[in-house]
T-cell receptor, first 113, second 113 residues
């Protein structure tokens, strides 16, 4: 299985809602990543987990809260988002942290009203 | 900050023609990778070239790397309509920031049937 899955595919939420994005991989990868991508822009790194521990937080606002319950799962908890947070959120994994190729999921299209 | 800068930003060709995209970067790198993204979807890894390599092939893809000029090119031969996508170069820096991919702005390739 060389696939990264993400749910939901689409999400619409109000600024007062709490929601979560989920990401799963069964390739035995020990590094997982969250990216944010605005339209016609490249992906921007948000968080990096290595061996289920948060390694990197790229100065992301606290309204985004990542969680790695186990080596296969990665969540992104959302609370009190702003309309400018509307974007495609991509999850990725790699065998180990850094250097190698990353496997990306299809993304969650988030719209904040 | 954006490490890679692709050129051109958009490219439109006929099926069967070759497509060449260029990428420039600023710092010392461990490797450079190319990814493809179909509209609104996840990224697909195409090829990785290490800093000590000059050229690499994969099917219809040919990638070159010139570390003295800090540039890379991606050539897609005998293009097909299915190659229509955005193409991103991504660098992994050597040294302290080797945990992250830094993406360029991307080239939007349109292959007309």
């Amino acid at each position: 299985d060389t696939e990264v899955t993400q749910t939901p595919k689409h999400l619409v939420m109000g600024m007062t809602n709490k929601k979560s994005l989920k990401c799963e991989q069964h390739m035995g990868h020990r590094a997982m990543y969250w990216y944010k991508q605005k339209a016609k822009k490249p992906p921007e790194l948000m968080f990096v987990y290595s061996y289920e521990k948060l390694s990197i937080n790229e100065s992301v606002p606290s309204r985004f809260s990542p969680e790695c319950p186990n080596s296969s799962l990665l969540n992104l908890h959302l609370h009190a988002l702003q309309p400018e947070d509307s974007a495609l959120y991509l999850c990725a994994s790699s065998q180990l942290l850094a250097l190698g190729r990353q496997f990306f999921g299809p993304g969650t299209r988030l719209t904040v009203l | 900050s954006q490490q890679g800068e692709e050129d051109p930003q958009a490219l439109s060709i006929q099926e069967g023609e070759n497509a060449t995209m260029n990428c420039s970067y600023k710092t010392s790198i461990n490797n450079l990778q190319w990814y493809r993204q179909n509209s609104g979807r996840g990224l697909v890894h195409l090829i990785l070239i290490r800093s000590n390599e000059r050229e690499k092939h994969s099917g219809r893809l040919r990638v070159t790397l010139d570390t003295s000029k800090k540039s890379s090119s991606l050539l897609i031969t005998a293009s097909r309509a299915a190659d229509t996508a955005s193409y991103f170069c991504a660098t992994v820096e050597s040294g302290g920031s080797n945990y992250k991919l830094t993406f360029g702005k991307g080239t939007l390739l349109t292959v007309n049937p």
